[in-house]
């Protein structure tokens, strides 16, 4: 652990910045939502941090590694200041950069030469005097401008959090201020990580702070460094945090450090920037009233405290740092303890961070107080001299000495000392071996087995402990005792069934004689008595019996169970004479319902069902019964007569729902022939009209039985359907005329037509026409019903075919015919033509499906033609249309004469079929200048050059143009003479 303060001596140049950080000094504001807009413009993006995040859990009940215990734990004396309307030190109240004041002190707080009696409380980890402080980056010290000690000046931010987070409490007491920053998180709003520190400040004799100082810095969990707006990201980096005290003079000042990353490593106050988790468990005292040019060393460790307690025999080791509070001085540390036995130094380090460690084991004759001071004495100008004083209190030991003990788990409770060896002394506590805290009596029986440590001393350093080790024996349990009664003809019986309480398994089983046996009772050889079980019980439980009182009277027989079949036709009869074995005569009957009926039963009138044969028992056996379970099978029923009236092609129709009454089910059906019916389904398709016969078998006993029923059954005849369509084929429309051609004896109930072609049906028994609109294979259907309403239909496949009228549709090649190529091919294309004729423009006719012609190809034209075709039923149909001939016709002149005689005067190229939008000449002289260019067919060339004279020679003239029946554009080159 190093700290150092430093005191009028210049600092390095980056040590210098004061509190008055020009990029956070903020402008004026009326509320907190416009400074938050404004801070907001200080944060930078997120990045993943460059050092690994502390994970060491938040525990601040004891302040860490100090065995002082500075952490000071808020109580109900405390004041917790409200996150969000009491920050308002500035104007407005504000969970982030706020403060809380002015706190009055009833006492004097001395810092560097002057005496504040006024302090602000700042959300940034500080106290200020004499104004608030509501800067968020901190700034090594010293500075200019307020006054502060700052146990964590970085950017805390309270808004938000669970609860347990975000809290700053304070109390005011006659000598000291306490303040606790307890799980805080960073700007802006972040509480992934949190931080835990404490500062308290005295009047300097409050021993709260020992050894006279007056300032004291404690440190719980600690995890993050920086907010966002000081240019951190993820708690880490950018303005680093401060801890220390400031005038603001810029002189007078003390500084412990500056954190911006995690770990544990520490740079010394005045180095690079440490880690954050070095703070965690630390503990700082010192001096803010010093009036010298030299300040003391300050006082560190895990042993600054003014007194400590120990034990005998215990190895005791101490250890304090000394921290120089300038940079530049050495401290020397020194101890003594001049009425200790064995004491001695274990190591000594002298330098600014000077470290001490003592030891010593106390003996009996040790026993009381003892002085121990340590000395830290810096080599400035004057030397100084820091001690720290600490009583020693040495107490004698306890000595405890495990034991073990058995105990039956029904003993009475003991105190568990008496177990322990030594002088165990009372007052001590006891923890169970679940770690369970325990009184000194065990409950044998119901406290569990183990050891039970015996704990003194418990947070001094005369702590001793021992271990009860108590084992539950369980008691022997045989159970409780019980009387039984069986009767002479039960079943051999375990006895130990019968036994309550819990009994145990293994024990021994005696009768009444005294002589043992293997515990089953056999009441056919057993007598009455009393019968015993013992349990031999384990040391230190003694054995267990239970007593069977047992009785074994005689019992009563009354048979055994039956059941017997009869006939509803059978004799009366004896039921006893049907129960199984030798039943006692002295017993009644009783019927299903309870009630009482004589021993003669009778199948004609009888009801089936159990009867039960009752005989009362000699106590304490039971009533014996015996049941007799009748079953009378029935007559056989075959049901009422009945008839049925049916189509042929009714269907498949069962005949036993017709019956009437209840027939029997599962009887057999016989045909008109005597033969079998399967099933009694009738197939009106198959079977004649007749008397079908229903013969039902008597079930079981009664199989000497049969009963007859009959179905009278009339089956009716189908139409047998006729029709004739006329005609039966031809070209769209057609209209057809059908005749119902049916037996007219059969004709009775509607006819109705269907035509195939998706029209409404017709209703009509004699003929009917009907007019067929579209092409197409049409089936027709005929449905007839007949006098006695039986219905039948007829359907025809394709009975009437309708093809398309034909079409005098054609095609020929070449289209169009051109010079050298006229001989034009034409083909009919309607696929229902079979007669065909070609009329041509000179008169001829062609007979043929497909016919040639021979146009004229010297000039061009257009010719027409016409084809008639007829189907296979006469439809007829005529086309005309026209062919062309394309001939490409251009002459160009050779030479020419432009003297103005009107006879051969320009170059002017002839051609017929040219399309005049598509036509372009140009003429060329000898040297490839272009002397003459037109568009117009109708402009000649005069033989003028550039509006002079015909100059005799011979030209180059090229011709663009497009024959009128064609797309694409031809190019021709040629030369013509001019001649003088």
Not at 477 to 494: E, Q
């Amino acid at each position: 652990m190093f700290m150092t303060s430093l005191r009028k001596f210049a600092l390095p140049a980056f040590c210098m910045a004061t509190i008055s950080a020009n990029a956070q000094t903020p402008p004026v504001f009326t509320n907190h939502v416009d400074y938050d807009t404004w801070k907001a413009q200080f944060i930078n993006p997120e990045t993943t941090p460059a050092h690994p995040v502390d994970t060491v859990a938040a525990d601040n009940s004891r302040g860490g590694t100090a065995t002082c215990d500075c952490w000071v734990t808020p109580n109900a004396s405390y004041t917790t200041i409200d996150n969000n309307t009491q920050w308002n030190a500035s104007g407005f109240g504000n969970g982030d950069d706020g403060s809380y004041g002015p706190v009055n002190l009833p006492f004097g707080f001395y810092l560097y030469g002057q005496t504040y009696n006024v302090a602000y409380i700042n959300i940034n980890g500080n106290v200020s005097f004499g104004t608030y402080i509501g800067t968020y980056s901190s700034s090594a010290f010293p500075t200019t401008g307020p006054s502060m000690v700052a146990p964590f000046w970085a950017d805390v931010d309270l808004r938000g959090g669970s609860v347990g987070q975000n809290v700053v409490q304070y109390k005011v007491t006659p000598t000291a201020l306490y303040v606790n920053w307890t799980n805080v998180g960073y700007y802006s709003m972040h509480q992934d990580k949190l931080n835990s520190f404490q500062v308290i400040i005295t009047d300097g004799t409050d021993p709260i702070v020992p050894n006279g100082a007056n300032v004291s810095f404690c440190y719980g969990t600690m995890q993050w460094t920086t907010g966002d707006a000081s240019s951190g990201t993820n708690g880490f980096g950018g303005t680093p945090a401060n801890v220390g005290a400031n005038k603001g003079d810029g002189v007078n000042y003390i500084q412990f450090g500056r954190f911006d990353h995690p770990g544990t490593d520490y740079n010394g106050p005045f180095g690079a920037a440490s880690g954050i988790g070095w703070l965690t468990g630390k503990y700082f005292t010192f001096g803010t009233s010093q009036s010298t040019g030299n300040v003391p060393p300050v006082i560190t460790g895990q042993s600054v405290c003014d007194s400590l307690t120990v034990c005998t025999d215990q190895l005791t080791q101490l250890s304090v740092d000394f921290l120089s509070p300038e940079p530049t001085q050495t401290t020397t540390p020194t101890s003594s303890a001049p009425t200790l036995s064995n004491y001695t130094v274990v190591s000594d380090t002298v330098g600014l961070n000077a470290n001490i460690v003592t030891q010593f084991t106390p003996t009996v004759a040790d026993t009381g107080y003892h002085d121990v001071y340590f000395y830290g004495t810096d080599d400035g100008t004057p030397v100084m001299t820091s001690t720290l004083h600490i009583v020693i209190h040495v107490l004698l030991s306890p000595q405890l000495v495990s034991d073990s003990l058995l105990v039956c788990d029904n003993a009475t409770p003991f105190n568990m000392l008496s177990v322990l060896g030594g002088n165990a002394p009372p007052g001590g506590t006891w923890t169970a071996p679940d770690g369970s805290a325990h009184d000194s009596l065990f409950l044998p029986g119901e406290d569990m087995n183990g050891g039970y440590t015996y704990s003194v001393g418990t947070g001094t350093s005369c702590a001793a402990t021992g271990v009860a080790t108590i084992t539950n024996v369980a008691h022997a349990v045989a159970g409780n005792d019980t009387a039984l009664a069986y009767c002479s003809w039960d079943y051999p019986d375990p006895l130990f069934l019968h036994l309550n309480g819990g009994a145990q398994t293994g024990g021994a089983w005696y009768r009444p004689d005294g002589s043992t046996f293997n515990g089953t009772l056999d009441p056919g050889t057993d007598t009455t008595g009393v019968y015993q079980y013992v349990i031999t019980g384990s040391i230190p439980c003694p054995n267990d019996t239970a007593f069977l009182t047992i009785s074994i009277p005689q019992a009563v027989h009354a048979g055994m169970d039956s059941s017997i079949v009869l006939c509803r036709d059978a004799a009366p009869f004896s039921m006893r004479s049907r129960l199984g074995g030798t039943p006692d005569a002295t017993g009644t009957w009783t019927d299903v319902n309870g009630n009482v009926v004589p021993d003669l039963f009778d199948p004609a009138t009888g009801t089936i069902g159990v009867y039960t044969y009752t005989v009362p028992a000699v106590l304490p056996c039971p009533d014996q019964h015996a049941v007799l379970t009748v079953n009378l099978d029935v007559l056989p029923q075959a049901g009422l007569d009945s008839s049925l009236v049916i189509c042929a092609n009714g269907g498949n129709t069962p005949l036993f729902p017709l019956l009437g009454g209840t027939p029997d089910a599962g009887g057999h059906w016989l045909t008109p022939q005597d033969s079998i019916l399967p099933n009694g389904m009738l197939d009106p398709s198959t079977e004649i009209s007749g008397k079908y016969l229903y013969v039902s078998i008597g079930p079981g006993t009664c199989a000497h039985l049969s009963d007859t029923a009959t179905i009278a059954v009339q089956i009716n005849p189908l139409p047998p359907i006729a029709f004739t369509a006329d005609p039966d084929s031809g070209c769209n429309p057609l209209q057809v005329t059908f005749v119902n051609t049916t037996d007219p004896t059969f004709v009775g109930g509607p006819c109705v037509w269907n035509f195939g072609d998706g029209t409404d049906t017709v209703h009509a028994c004699g003929s009917t026409t009907h007019n067929y609109a579209n092409a197409g294979w049409y089936h027709v259907k005929l449905r007839v019903t007949t006098p006695q309403g039986c219905t039948d239909q007829l359907i025809v496949p394709g009975a009437v075919l309708v093809d398309p009228a034909p079409v005098a549709s054609f095609t020929w090649t070449p289209n169009p015919g051109t010079a050298g190529n006229s001989t034009v091919v034409l083909t009919a294309t309607d696929p229902h033509a079979v007669r065909f004729l070609w009329a041509f423009h000179d008169g001829s006719f062609q007979t043929t499906q497909q016919a040639t012609y021979t146009y004229p190809d010297k000039l061009a034209g257009t010719y027409p033609v016409c084809l008639s075709v007829h189907d296979r039923y006469g439809c007829a149909d005529t086309l005309c249309d026209t062919i062309p001939i394309l001939v490409d016709n251009l002459w160009v002149p050779d030479a020419f004469t432009p003297d103005g005689n009107g006879v051969n005067d320009k170059f002017l190229p002839i051609m017929t079929d040219m399309a005049p939008e598509d036509y372009h000449l140009w003429i060329f002289d000898r040297w490839g200048e272009v002397v003459f260019e037109t568009t117009n067919p109708d402009q000649g060339w005069d033989g003028q050059i550039k509006g002079g004279k015909p100059i005799a020679g011979v030209y180059v003239w090229k011709l663009n143009f497009r024959p009128e029946a064609t797309s694409d554009k031809l190019t021709r080159f040629g030369s013509v003479t001019l001649q003088r």
